[in-house]
């Protein structure tokens, strides 16, 4: 029987050898690579494609959601799994917009981790607990939020929306990319997310659709 194989994105190198001791132990699975950055886990998954991603959410540079939007951009059936310590619903409501196929939190038991894995590798989506309920609870909030036509559902993340800001005021790349420290290839890849969203061809057709529908909050 082939085994699931598990790739793994952690800055904390005692964290992953955990996992990997805990996954490598089941007759099922196996790790079969790991980064500790978004930067490291995008260059070697240039070439390998394991089974199921376990993507942490916060690391220095490039984080999981970044990391995440440019992976499943070279590979759209991709199964990334987010292991964070983090409930914010700002945090599990990106990471499904974006094309995650769970979200778990790091306090969980090893049943349900192991239990997640196995569910996403034949499919299917795993959001458990906590992570239902901000989901669940996001969604309601939607439906009853007064709309023109449902433009009001369509929301940008904090780091969307601080982009698109700068990309109304005539900013390009590089120099959002310096003014946020953050690399040209996130930007293009928050770029890429933001149209997908809006369903428009260009950044310019996204501006004007953020103006007329209220969705750039002034600072």
Request: aromatic share 6%; hydrophobic share 40%; no cysteine.
């Amino acid at each position: 029987m082939k085994k699931i194989g598990v790739f793994l994105v952690d800055d904390h190198e005692i964290f992953r050898n955990g996992l990997k001791q805990l996954i490598n132990s089941e007759a099922d699975m196996e790790v079969t690579g790991e980064a500790s950055s978004g930067e490291d886990a995008l260059q070697q998954l240039a070439t390998a494609q394991p089974d199921v991603i376990i993507m942490d959410i916060r690391m220095p540079g490039m984080n999981g959601l970044e990391t995440s939007i440019l992976l499943l951009e070279k590979n759209p059936r991709g199964r990334i799994l987010f292991f964070s310590l983090f409930d914010e619903p700002d945090y599990v409501a990106a990471a499904l917009e974006m094309g995650a196929s769970g979200y778990i939190l790091k306090d969980t038991s090893n049943k349900i981790f192991l239990s997640a894995i196995r569910t996403i590798h034949q499919g299917k989506y795993y959001f458990i607990g906590e992570v239902s309920d901000i989901l669940v609870k996001k969604y309601l909030d939607a439906k009853q939020t007064p709309g023109n036509g449902g433009a009001q559902e369509i929301s940008l993340s904090r780091r969307e929306e601080q982009i698109m800001r700068m990309i109304s005021q005539g900013l390009n790349n590089k120099d959002i990319a310096e003014s946020l420290n953050i690399s040209i290839r996130t930007i293009e890849a928050h770029r890429m997310n933001i149209l997908r969203k809006f369903q428009v061809n260009s950044i310019e057709e996204a501006v004007e659709y953020s103006r007329v529908n209220g969705l750039l909050k002034e600072e």
